[in-house]
């Protein structure tokens, strides 16, 4: 089901130099989709017409079929969450209360409330105990996770969010990339992020849109971006950033192979031998090959049992 849907839309906030030009783009229901672009390039600009903070000088933009104006903009503001880098947490408020805040606008009972926030206080990872505590008493990290928890209070259909871990460090970040990933799968929610970061758009998107000058220079799943990125611009920007970044982000189990039991590869399965679990990251491998002068390595799952192994030469299944 298309959730989202954009037929030939522009934005110009100077009468002649439109930020968006003649954009069309779907957002399917369970997507998780990644507008990725240089700065300037009208991602943000996009996000904010997806919940009507802006709205577009021409074409149109559907929401589950219905035109976006034709949406009463309290109901439509109820159906997506928005997490922003500025997170804007009340600072007189506890936690709990800012959390809870759209459900205060919603006049839900003091018991559904008071559930609700502790049900999304461990969900973002965090305890119960900081349901008490203010903003001021959070890290950076924490205040994110708190701002992931408050957009999804009112249980909304789709997720906005708007270069939402720009402000933490790189720990943080990857940190917070997992729980995103985490929740993602989790709730089934549909996702729309903005970001500057290459990888993190390769991490966490099932759709990208890369953007140059408000129009979309290429749009496709993790792979096409990656291996068929068109020539040009795209080629260009995500640059060697775009093959390392898949390279962490690929676990080993998808270039796993199984010898015959008689073949001389077989050896290789023993897990005495060199190995590396099945859920590592691709990078991991080709490091160890390398580290240790080999060409494959065994390869275990959680147990330590063997499920075959991982040669450099199966990297040539890559989609280049």
């Not at 003091?110 to 900081?130: F, M, N, P, Q």
């Not at 000058?213 to 496709?220: K, L, V």
């Not at 080629?235 to 982000?249: P, V």
């Not at 015959?260 to 990078?283: F, M, Q, T």
Request: charged share 25%; aromatic share 6%; proline share 3%.
């Amino acid at each position: 089901m298309t959730l989202i849907q954009f037929e030939d839309v522009s934005h110009s906030y100077e009468t002649d130099n439109p930020v968006v030009s003649h954009l069309n783009l779907s957002v399917e229901e369970g997507e998780f989709v990644v507008l990725i672009g240089p700065s300037g390039c009208g991602k943000t600009t996009i996000l904010k017409m997806m919940n009507g903070l802006v709205h577009p000088t021409s074409g149109r933009i559907f929401i589950k079929g219905k035109e976006i104006k034709e949406w009463d903009s309290m109901v439509l503001k109820r159906k997506m969450g928005y997490v922003i880098q500025q997170i804007g947490l009340f600072p007189h408020m506890t936690i709990e209360k800012n959390i809870v805040y759209s459900l205060d606008i919603q006049k839900a009972t003091t018991d559904v409330k008071k559930k609700r926030a502790r049900e999304l206080i461990i969900l973002v990872g965090l305890d119960e105990s900081y349901l008490s505590k203010y903003p001021k008493e959070l890290s950076g990290g924490q205040k994110q996770r708190v701002g992931i928890a408050r957009a999804l209070a009112a249980d909304p259909e789709i997720i906005l969010m708007d270069e939402p871990l720009g402000a933490v460090d790189q720990i943080t970040r990857k940190v917070l990339q997992e729980e995103i990933l985490r929740l993602y799968k989790t709730l089934g929610k549909t996702i729309v992020l903005v970001t500057h970061d290459i990888e993190e758009a390769i991490k966490l998107g099932t759709k990208i849109v890369v953007l140059r000058g408000g129009e979309i220079m290429q749009a496709g799943s993790r792979n096409e971006i990656v291996f068929q990125s068109s020539e040009g611009f795209v080629s260009d920007f995500l640059g060697n950033k775009g093959f390392l970044s898949y390279l962490n982000i690929a676990e080993i189990k998808s270039y796993i192979t199984v010898p015959e039991e008689d073949s001389k590869d077989a050896v290789h399965l023993n897990p005495g031998n060199l190995c590396v679990r099945y859920d590592e990251k691709l990078i991991v491998g080709i490091r160890m090959c390398l580290e240790y002068g080999v060409t494959s390595i065994c390869v275990v799952d959680e147990s330590g049992k063997s499920v075959g192994q991982f040669d450099l030469s199966s990297l040539s299944k890559l989609a280049f």
